[in-house]
């Protein structure tokens, strides 16, 4: 008695198994992050991000010639911002000269083909470490929706290609884009965060900016009056639904591994590019158990990536971006 079929069979070597593999990845398939900083000469290791590193614009500009040989194409760009120049209202975002706009020019002369996404959120600029302005002990949308959209203008001059905006608050891809068409950029994209928890997964990343939550008397230190809880599922179809009808061409789920449902549930229900955001925590694990030698860091960097993929993300946002290509080469 035989079983007539045996699936080991399409497992056997190394041959049989690539030729019917499911899930491929490339270089194509990344966003990288990048963090700058001002100054001069600057590759700054991040304490919580073994291997990661701010770059000054000098520096930025090589990296990015790097990464373009290496096959990455697309960058997520986020800013570290001078304490002093922090406030409530993020007025240095707007700044034409600011270390963002000045960013994205040094990408666009460096590697003119390079696709130049910025992040387009308060915290950095918050002296409150919150993505919105606050008043009266409240987190305020729509002022704070009206913010972003001048930033956005604001990279876009700059020359961004796309924008990014990563706060949560309600209706600000159609403030964002009713202000990108008033403005002419048609041809400007947004990828919106449409899915993004209020996640202790971003510690490393508000280490690398600075842009932590402070203690306030009247405003929580954390972000759940914007960012989702992550006890939600149909939530995540619904914020990302409503991104789509305001005009997002690319939506987001963030963070990633722990949310590879909320993927698979987004990718079935929409026809957008879906993105998603292996983040700064699941990083920094990563690094500290292979640090360890509890895991083997290039096994789990490839499992890891492999499995946003099969979960559905068209789109992988990743510091590892880097190291899986060199890998895959
Ligand atoms: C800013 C922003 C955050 C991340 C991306 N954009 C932090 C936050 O929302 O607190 C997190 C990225 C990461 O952890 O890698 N709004």
Redesign the pocket.
């Known amino acids: 008695m035989y079983p007539l079929r045996r699936n080991r069979r399409l497992r056997t070597n190394e041959a049989i198994r690539s030729l019917v593999r499911e899930t491929i990845i490339t270089p194509n398939d990344f966003l990288i ?1 990048l963090f700058v900083v001002e100054g001069k000469d600057i590759k700054d290791e991040i304490p919580s991000m073994p291997n990661y590193f701010r770059y000054s614009l000098d520096l930025l500009e090589n990296e990015v010639k790097v990464l373009w040989k290496l096959g990455l194409k697309s960058v997520l760009l ?1 800013v570290k911002v001078t304490d002093s120049l922090k406030d409530n209202k993020g007025t240095e975002a707007l700044n034409p000269d600011g270390l963002m706009q000045r960013a994205v020019r040094t990408v666009k002369n460096a590697c003119p083909d390079m696709l130049v996404m910025t ?1 387009v ?1 308060l ?2 600029y918050s002296a409150y470490g919150h ?1 919105g302005i606050i008043e009266n002990g409240q987190i305020i949308n729509d002022e704070t929706a009206e913010v972003l959209a001048e930033m956005s203008i604001s990279h876009v001059q700059a020359g961004a290609d796309f924008v990014a905006p ?3 608050m309600d209706g600000r891809i159609l403030t964002i884009r009713e202000a990108l068409e008033d403005e002419g950029f048609n041809n400007t994209g947004i990828m919106s ?1 449409s899915a ?1 928890y209020a ?1 202790a ?6 280490d690398a ?1 600075d ?3 402070v203690d306030l008397v009247d405003i929580p230190k954390d ?1 759940k009056t914007y ?1 989702m809880d992550y006890a939600n599922r149909f939530e995540a179809v619904r914020e990302t639904e409503m991104d789509i009808d305001e005009g997002a061409d690319i939506v987001m789920v ?2 990633g591994i722990s949310y590879l449902d909320i993927v698979r549930e987004i990718k079935n229900d929409v026809d957008v590019p879906v993105a998603v ?7 920094a694990m990563i690094k500290a158990a292979a640090e360890k030698g509890w895991l083997d860091h290039d096994q789990i960097m490839m499992e890891t990536t492999m499995a946003f993929k099969r979960a559905g993300a068209d789109i992988i946002a990743s ?1 590892f971006a880097k190291d899986v290509v060199k890998l895959l080469s």
């Open positions: 992050p986020f992040d959120a915290d950095p993505d990563s706060d949560m965060y993004k996640s997964f971003y510690g490393p990343f508000r900016l842009s932590a939550p972000k960012q963030k963070p955001y292996q983040v700064s925590g699941e990083y510091y």
